[in-house]
């Protein structure tokens, strides 16, 4: 990673790993560079490593949650920032649970976003699947709105 650093005018990346402490360990090497934080699920954590922003699959469904997180981080606002991040981990953790890009289609097309999102073979839900997990979805939906307000 250090050795793509060192390309003329490559001056940060997208850090999509769990592992943290390497993340870190590059910042700390590399002060000069920009790291943004790839997986949705440890903005927060990441924020608070060190990153300096975020690239993730649902900030386009929900990119005032992620604005909400990012500038709780900035004003220190940590009990905020885990408040936020918390709602993302439930409504996540029953996205993971049915498929993430599945279910990631799914709200864009229903919100009327995109009708697809990935490019083929890609798996979808039938119609059963979709129809037991839209309510389900909603709920959460409604969780993180009552939080940051109406989804716009």
């Known amino acids: 990673m250090l050795e793509l650093l060192d390309i003329e005018g490559v001056r940060g990346l997208k850090f999509t790993d769990w592992n943290l402490f390497y993340m870190k360990r590059l910042l700390i090497r590399r ?70 890009r599945q279910i990631f289609e799914l709200l864009m097309r229903e919100r009327g976003l995109a009708p697809n999102c990935f490019r083929k073979p890609r798996q979808s839900l039938d119609k059963s699947e979709r129809e037991t997990i839209l309510p389900e979805l909603n709920k959460k939906i409604k969780e993180i709105e009552k939080i940051i307000g109406r989804y716009e």
């Open 31 to 100: 002060p000069e560079i920009t790291i943004f934080n790839g997986f949705d699920e440890t903005l927060l954590s990441g924020l608070l490593y060190g990153a300096h922003g975020g690239i993730g699959t649902w900030y386009n469904l929900f990119p005032k949650l992620f604005l909400e997180i990012y500038q709780a981080v900035r004003e220190n606002n940590i009990t905020r920032a885990l408040e936020l991040q918390d709602t993302l981990l439930c409504f996540g953790d029953l996205a993971w649970e049915h498929g993430v």
